[in-house]
Nanobody
Framework: QVRLVESGGGLVQAGGSLRLSCAAF????????MAWYRQAPAKQRELVAS???????NYADSVKGRFTISRDNARNMVYLQMNSLKPEDTAVYLC???????WGQGTQVTVSS
């Protein structure tokens, strides 16, 4: 069992930055690929970024060049640095042990224009 807890969301103006954190509890996640998803109202859940245990990353086209996913295995943490935020980035952001049903509760990101 793994429990994921996200933090770092908030309200920011367009062009601003936020750093989301995901803390994992229960067991180490160092061998697992991890991912950030987002869910906006009336839209499907979208894979934003993923990172393998070895640090290889992938991004949705909509966030490439603006978002950076990283991990600190010693701290059992995953991060999402979000720069140049746009109003269309507004969503609940969720941490996931990739391809599993382990999800956090989500953190709200709201970008004002």
């Amino acid at each position: 069992q793994v429990r994921l807890v996200e933090s770092g969301g908030g309200l920011v103006q367009a062009g601003g930055s936020l750093r989301l954190s995901c803390a994992a509890f229960g067991r180490p996640i160092s061998i697992n690929p991890m991912a950030w998803y987002r869910q906006a109202p009336a839209k499907q859940r979208e894979l934003v970024a993923s990172i393998t245990s070895g640090g290889t990353t992938n991004y949705a086209d909509s966030v490439k060049g603006r978002f950076t996913i990283s991990r600190d295995n010693a701290r059992n943490m995953v991060y999402l640095q979000m720069n140049s935020l746009k109003p269309e980035d507004t969503a609940v952001y969720l941490c996931n042990v990739y391809s599993t049903n382990y999800w956090g509760q989500g953190t709200q990101v709201t970008v004002s224009s």
